[in-house]
């Protein structure tokens, strides 16, 4: 029977860093572009942006720092508990002599 590699498993606080960055990455654009549609509400009252959009550029308004800082301090944590337990995930690949 040949030796089969086992299959070594990802580090899944690799995942959890790529989902916490994506995170922020939206909520600061999102944070950057709600002035100009609470800009866009009182320009055209009648004809500006849906009342959706205006509560949420509210919401990132009252929420937006503490939101951009929870993220960051997430994606600190994971990218420690990515890196420090790195050398559990990874792959064991002999060599060819061995």
């Not at 498993?9 to 572009?33: C, G, K, M, W």
């Not at 002035?35 to 849906?50: C, D, L, M, T, Y």
């Not at 993220?71 to 061995?98: C, N, P, R, Y």
Request: a positive charge.
């Amino acid at each position: 029977m040949p030796n089969r590699a086992r299959k070594s498993l990802p580090n899944p606080f690799y995942v959890l860093v790529l989902l916490s960055s994506t995170a922020f990455a939206v909520t600061a654009l999102a944070y950057y572009i709600s002035p100009n549609i609470e800009q866009a509400a009182i320009a055209r009252p009648e004809g500006g942006p849906v009342p959706e959009s205006k509560a949420l550029a509210a919401w990132f308004d009252r929420h937006g720092p503490t939101t951009l800082a929870a993220e960051i301090a997430v994606m600190f944590v994971t990218g420690l508990l990515a890196m420090s337990t790195d050398h559990w995930f990874a792959s064991k690949k002999k060599a060819k002599g061995q």
